[in-house]
């Protein structure tokens, strides 16, 4: 199979030693082998590897749904060896759910601490904070203000003395727009203590390179999922949002014996007449344009 030009392979980065005693609970997260990053991206991913030896860092990570944002977390884990834990701040309702909670038991009420501090302890872990835009209300994110900002630390009257241990990085994944039921604009001095990254759609032929790595599709077949989920993206009176994740679903039905039709009927939930007016536009016109970001590489070790 041969590769795209703008397509290399990445070098393979040094591995940062043994996962610590403290993360033995924590998990280093499962290698995708068909991740491609931009490489401008990959490159700034190894620097912020690097300033985390230095002291503690926080990227966010936006971009379009299903363009790889959760992964891109979980692969930087894997390839730097280091534990991961994932908390989702949609379910935080108010301040100090982070870290613990009180509970009762037997009619005893008792403290019970989360993995929260556990994780932002643990030397060289990886935070995810997963939609850090939906929390149920804005002061339930108040002590992340502590242990994001330069003090790194946070004073908690069951827990005592809190600090973030040497080389965590923090990562944040959100959704930005009207479209996502439940998130909010994220509060500008949080907001402020991030790197950030932007994630895109892939250029296709990086997208068919991954369709074809990750569902078996030979190339023909790949650009005519794409010719078609192309034309969708492009059509902004469909207001249907196709994400990598999408045109994976609509591959992975074709490389299964369904055609095209029922592929995008029921990876897209759209209705059989749009889609009939949009097969019959397809033969009208297939060119695609695309601006070229620079080279991807497949972000593996």
């Known amino acids: 199979m041969q590769k795209p030009d703008n397509i290399s392979k990445a070098k393979a980065p040094g591995r940062e030693g043994k996962v610590p005693e403290m993360a033995r609970q924590l998990r280093v997260p499962s290698l995708d ?9 990959r490159k700034n991913l190894e620097r912020f590897a690097q300033m985390s030896g230095r002291h503690p860092v926080n990227i966010l990570i936006t971009g379009n749904q299903g363009c790889g944002k959760s992964t891109l977390v979980r692969q930087f884990a894997c390839i730097h060896n280091r534990p991961m834990a994932t908390f989702q701040v949609g379910l935080l309702l108010e301040s100090g759910q982070l870290f613990g909670q009180q509970r ?28 850090i835009n939906r929390s149920e209300s804005p002061h339930a994110l108040n002590e992340l203000f502590s242990v994001l900002s330069e003090d790194r630390s ?12 040497p080389g965590v990085i923090f990562f ?25 990254i932007h994630l895109e759609y892939l250029p296709q032929a990086v997208e068919r390179e991954v369709l074809e790595r990750k569902t078996g599709l030979d190339t023909n077949t790949a650009n005519q999922v794409l010719t078609l989920v ?14 990598i994740r999408h045109s994976l679903m609509i591959a992975e039905l074709v490389s299964h014996g369904a055609s095209l039709r029922e592929a995008l009927v029921y990876s897209l939930q759209i209705s059989r007449d749009t889609l009939e007016s949009l097969l019959l536009s ?8 695309e601006t070229d970001r620079g080279a991807y590489s497949l972000y593996v070790p």
């Open 154 to 165: 946070i004073w908690v009257d069951e827990l005592g003395f809190v600090e973030v241990a």
């Open 172 to 196: 944040a994944t959100m959704n930005e727009g009207e479209q996502f039921t439940g998130t909010d604009a994220l509060d500008a001095a949080l907001k402020d203590r991030f790197y950030r």
């Open 230 to 243: 192309n034309k969708i993206r492009e059509n902004r009176e469909l207001a249907i949002s196709v994400s």
């Open 104 to 131: 009762l038991k037997e009619g005893e009420t008792y403290y019970h601490e989360f993995l929260f501090p556990r994780a932002i302890q643990t030397p060289g872990c990886v935070v995810h904070l997963e939609e």
């Open 33 to 41: 082998p068909h991740f491609f990053i931009l490489e401008e991206d």
């Open 282 to 289: 397809i033969h009208v016109a297939t060119a695609q344009t």
